[in-house]
């Protein structure tokens, strides 16, 4: 058996294919595009819908994949009738005018319910929820589902709506996760009746056809993709584990952390697994603040960079993108002005040290799993073992824990056995300086 897994990010949407040992044996990439329209920035869906469309032609033709799983970013809905979307899918990115966002604010419940802290932007959704129908009431009013993004194009493809916790339980302000069940909002809103019954993430939920052959393919309900990576090392029985999952954004998921000392100012809230259970969680927006410090370097960072970064005293001081546990500071570049590579040495030491505040703050003791694309070349896993070398560190075989998670649920719901390969330990750097440049850097900013 073979699954294709369109995984959506928020800067770059892709697709594998991945065989029952876990190999990725193929992948496409593109970047959704956004627009402005009514007074909104969106997504273009159709032609995300049409890259994805070509892109799973090609999977089952040369693949003879049978099923389609999906794995999409955090904070975005979609509001559709019967056949199509009534409303454009909104950008995250975008705050709500003064008045309005003063508005809807008082209508978010509190965090000892959802434990959803009140985020700028889209960051919550609920939130964005309240602006669009204040806006838009008709498109509330002539949608009869409610979908999280995941969702949609699982039912863009498989003809049927439903409902998936680990998306609802995203920090979306629709989620009670102590009493597993939708948020005072919901009801306020009157959207219970426009929730579709839950199906667990992976959950066949209908069929398409693909390719030159047409051959009918399952369409699997789709998975929040930071829990899929969180459910991706799980299941491996590796023990008490923290999953620092890197993308766009990164988000750390403990679930050993009690939910007592989540701190609500510091982005800090409870996701929920695919199986409902509560995961504190802390994040910051690190693949979008590595892309701002370092100029938008996309090569390899090498040791001596990290090192000459680290004698200088070069360092970067939150906060260049909005959320993350130190909210509203303005990044900036301190001690000299380094050159290309340099800059981006800085931007992957300030994930770091990002990373290791969170750490703390989200009581991590046990084994930590650093997955995704700010640790190519394995660096980023390098220095945080060097920081913490009281913790056992593993990277992912493939940086793509998202996927693979995704894959495996996918798999398990058919019955069939997923090998992802194991974590790999992790050999912590050696640079000289590295704990008095951590001790400065934490000086300055806490």
């Not at 049978?66 to 909104?90: K, Q, W, Y």
């Not at 199906?199 to 789709?222: K, L, S, W």
Request: proline share 6%.
């Amino acid at each position: 058996m073979k699954v294709a897994v369109l995984d959506f990010g928020k800067t770059n949407s892709k697709l594998f294919v991945f065989d029952q040992d876990g190999r990725i044996l193929d992948e496409r990439r593109t970047k959704p595009a956004w627009a402005r329209k009514g007074g909104f920035s969106v997504l273009d869906e159709a032609a995300l819908h049409d890259w994805a469309v070509r892109a799973l032609a090609d999977a089952v033709d040369h693949h003879r994949v049978e099923g389609l799983m999906v794995s999409g970013h955090g904070c975005t809905f979609a509001l559709v009738n019967e056949t199509a979307l009534t409303h454009p899918i909104l950008d995250y990115e975008q705050e709500p005018p003064a008045d309005i966002a003063a508005q809807i604010d008082r209508s978010i419940p509190d965090f000892a319910e959802t434990f959803s802290p009140r985020l700028p932007l889209g960051f919550n959704f609920g939130r964005h929820m309240l602006w669009l129908k204040a806006v838009e009431p008709r498109a509330f009013a002539a949608a009869t589902s409610i979908l999280g993004y995941p969702q949609h194009w699982s039912w863009r493809f498989g003809g049927r709506a439903v409902s998936e916790v680990s998306y609802l339980g995203c920090h979306s302000h629709l989620w009670a996760p102590r009493q597993r069940d939708f948020s005072s909002l919901v009801d306020a809103e009157g959207w219970r009746g426009r929730m579709p019954a839950f199906a667990r993430a992976g959950t066949v939920i209908g069929e398409q056809r693909f390719g030159e052959a047409a051959r009918p393919i399952a369409i699997h309900n789709g998975v929040h993709d930071s829990n899929a990576a969180l459910h991706a090392y799980r299941r491996q029985q590796l023990g008490p584990l923290t999953v620092v999952s890197t993308g766009t954004w990164v988000v750390v998921l403990n679930p050993d952390c009690p939910l007592e000392v989540l701190d609500r100012d510091r982005d800090m809230l409870v996701n929920v697994d695919v199986d409902g259970g509560p995961v504190p969680t802390i994040r910051f927006m690190g693949g979008r603040e590595f892309a701002v410090i370092s100029g938008g370097w996309q090569g390899a960072i090498s040791s001596g960079s990290i090192q000459r970064v680290i004698d200088a005293g070069t360092m970067a001081l939150p906060s260049f993108a909005p959320g993350g546990p130190m909210p509203g500071r303005i990044g900036e570049v301190i001690g000299g002005t380094p050159g290309a590579e340099d800059r981006a040495a800085v931007a992957l030491l300030y994930v770091a040290l990002m990373v290791d505040l969170c750490l703390d703050l989200i009581h991590s003791k046990n084994t930590v799993i650093v997955d995704g694309g700010l640790n190519t070349g394995g660096l980023l896993a390098s220095v945080l073992a060097q920081l913490r070398p009281g913790q056992a560190f593993l990277q992912g075989a493939t940086l793509e824990g998202s996927a693979t998670g995704a894959a495996a649920l996918a798999f398990e719901s058919a019955g069939r056995d997923f090998a992802a390969e194991a974590p790999e330990p992790v050999r912590a750097s050696r640079f000289a300086g590295l704990a008095g440049y951590r001790d400065d850097w934490r000086g300055r900013v806490t």
